[in-house]
């Protein structure tokens, strides 16, 4: 059974920095894809970081140079360092596993919410 499980978010001032934890059981992050997700409130969800399991990386435009998505197999856990936060990044943050065999897998953590507000 995979499981993802989100933590370190919380409330922030414009500015400031973050990084959320996606801690992954069932299946090695080193032969899936993974990624960061958002949707706030009244909006659809959203992409804003990928990783796939060959270390190719992508960012929604929005947080590119400011956001980096990252992975410790070690702790088989996936990390989105978060800097220079704007109050339109407020939203929850969904990890997200995926991989094809046969057929196309996909999991979703439940999410942490990063409010940043001064």
């Known amino acids: 059974q995979v499981q993802l499980v989100e933590s370190g978010g919380g409330l922030v001032q414009p500015g400031g920095s973050l990084r959320l934890s996606c801690a992954v059981s069932?299946?090695?992050?080193?032969?899936?894809?993974m990624g960061w997700y958002r949707q706030a409130p009244g909006k659809q969800r959203e992409l804003v970081a990928t990783?796939?399991?060959?270390?190719?990386?992508n960012y929604a435009d929005s947080v590119k140079g400011r956001f980096t998505i990252s992975r410790d197999y070690a702790r088989n856990t996936v990390y989105l360092q978060m800097n220079s936060l704007r109050p339109e990044d407020t939203a929850v943050y969904y990890c997200?596993?995926?991989?094809?065999?046969?057929?196309?897998?996909?999991?979703w953590g439940r999410g942490t919410q990063v409010t940043v507000s001064s």
């Open positions: 069932g299946r090695s992050i080193s032969v899936s894809a």
């Open positions: 997200n596993l995926g991989y094809s065999i046969d057929r196309i897998y996909n999991y």
């Open positions: 990783v796939t399991s060959g270390g190719s990386t």
